[in-house]
C-alpha cells in the first residue's frame, strides 16, 4: 500500500504498543521515543485506542532508529503481532470457512494492517499455495524492517489462523542471515531460504481447504463489513490527498510548485499544506513519491536510456536522477534495471 493512502487509515494502537514494548524491555524510554513520533503518551494507555496511519509509519520510522543496534529485534517482535492484533480484521479472517477463504479475505483488506509492504496470493489450479511479498511502497529506509518483522507477523498470523496445522512447508525471504536472523528457522519450526528472489511462504499441499475452527459465516460477513465500513472512511478523509496525487501523476515531467497545484485544486496554499500535514505528508514527499514511481515504471517497462528517463522525468542532469534514484532504491538505476530483467516471474517460481 502506498504511503499516501495509508497515511489516512485509523488502526488499533495495539502495534504501537507492542513496538512500546519492545523498547521497554530494552530499558529505552518509551516516553522519548513517542515523543520523537508526535504520539502523545495516553494513547498507549487505551486498550482500544486509535493511531493514524500517518502515526504508525512516523512511529515506525524512530522505532527503527532506536532498534537499528539490536540483532533480530525485529524478528523476535513480529512474533508478538498475533491475528488478534488487527482488530475487526483479525475476527472476519479467524470465522472465514477455510484457511484459503481467510486468506482472501485478509488479501481485501491489507490497507487494515501496519505494514506497507504488498502481499499477493499465488494459486495454482485455483488453490491457493503460497503468500508473497513486495517492499516496493516501502521507504528505502525501514525496508529491512519491515522484511525482518514480516518473517515473525505473517508467520505468527497463518499459525493463528488454525493453530493446530502447522500450514507452512517453508519461507524464502529476500534477506541473508546476518544480525540474528539465523535463528528464524529454529524459532518457527520451519526451514528457511535466504536471499531468496522474492519474500514467500510457502504452504503445505491442501491447507487451503482446511476449513479454520471458528468458521462462522454470520460473524464472517459482520467482521467483514465492518472493515469495508473502515476502509471507506479512510477513503473520504484522504479525499485531498487522492486529489493532489492524482494531479501529479498527470503531470508532465516538470511537475507544478505548491502554489500552482493549489491553485489547480481550488485551494490556498496554506490549507494544502495543513490538509498533507494532517497525513504526515509534505508537497514535496508526494513529488518524490510519483517520480519514483514513475522512474521504477520506465526502468522496468521501457526500453528508454538512462539519460532519456532522467529527462522524461524532470531532471536537469543524469547524474542528479542517479543520486536520486539511489536515495529511493537504495540502488543505481542501471542495477535496478538489470535485477528487474533477470528476476523470474512469481507464477513459475
Not at 495495539?14 to 508526535?38: C, N, P, W, Y
Not at 490556498?268 to 519514483?292: C, D, I, N
Request: net charge neutral; with cysteine.
Amino acid at each position: 500500500m502506498r504511503p499516501d493512502s495509508f497515511a489516512a487509515i485509523h488502526l488499533p494502537n495495539q502495534s504501537a504498543r507492542i513496538m512500546a514494548s519492545v523498547i521497554s524491555d530494552a530499558g529505552l524510554a518509551v516516553t522519548k521515543l513517542l515523543s520523537e513520533a508526535g504520539i502523545p503518551c495516553d494513547v498507549l494507555n487505551e486498550p482500544n485506542g486509535v493511531l493514524s496511519g500517518a502515526q504508525e509509519l512516523r512511529l515506525q520510522e524512530v522505532f527503527v532508529q532506536a532498534t537499528r543496534h539490536m540483532p533480530g529485534a525485529w524478528f523476535r517482535m513480529g512474533l508478538r503481532y498475533r491475528l488478534m492484533t488487527y482488530g475487526p480484521l483479525g475476527l472476519a479472517v479467524l470465522t472465514a470457512g477455510t484457511f484459503g477463504a481467510g486468506l482472501r479475505l485478509l488479501m481485501s483488506f491489507t490497507a487494515l494492517t501496519y505494514s506497507l509492504m504488498q502481499y499477493e496470493l499465488i494459486e495454482e489450479n485455483g488453490e491457493v499455495v503460497a503468500l508473497a511479498a513486495e517492499d516496493m511502497h516501502v521507504p528505502q529506509g525501514y525496508r529491512e524492517f519491515s522484511q525482518e518483522r514480516a518473517l515473525g507477523a505473517v508467520t505468527q498470523i497463518l499459525n493463528d489462523m488454525h493453530p493446530s496445522l502447522s500450514p507452512l512447508s517453508r519461507i524464502e525471504t529476500v534477506l541473508d542471515a546476518s544480525n540474528g536472523r539465523h535463528e528464524c528457522e529454529a524459532v518457527l519450526g520451519v526451514p528457511m531460504v535466504f536471499e531468496a528472489p522474492v519474500t514467500r511462504w510457502i504452504l503445505k499441499p491442501g491447507v487451503a481447504g482446511a476449513s479454520l475452527p471458528m468458521a462462522s459465516p454470520l460473524l464472517e460477513e459482520s467482521y467483514g463489513k465492518l472493515c469495508a465500513r473502515l476502509v471507506d472512511e479512510a477513503r473520504v478523509s484522504d479525499e485531498i490527498v487522492s486529489r493532489v496525487y492524482a494531479l501529479l501523476v498527470r503531470s508532465p515531467p516538470h511537475f507544478p510548485s505548491a502554489t500552482q497545484a493549489s491553485r489547480m485544486l481550488g485551494l490556498s496554499e496554506r490549507t494544502l499544506y495543513r490538509k498533507l500535514a494532517s497525513h504526515a505528508l509534505t508537497f514535496h514527499r508526494m513529488v518524490e513519491q510519483v517520480r519514483e514511481q514513475r522512474a521504477t515504471d520506465l526502468l522496468q517497462n521501457s526500453r528508454l536510456s538512462i539519460e532519456a528517463v532522467a529527462d522524461a522525468l524532470g531532471f536537469a542532469e543524469t547524474a542528479s536522477f542517479s543520486r536520486a534514484f539511489k536515495r529511493w532504491r537504495g540502488m543505481s538505476p542501471l542495477q535496478f534495471r538489470l535485477r528487474s530483467a533477470t528476476r523470474p516471474p512469481q507464477g513459475n517460481r
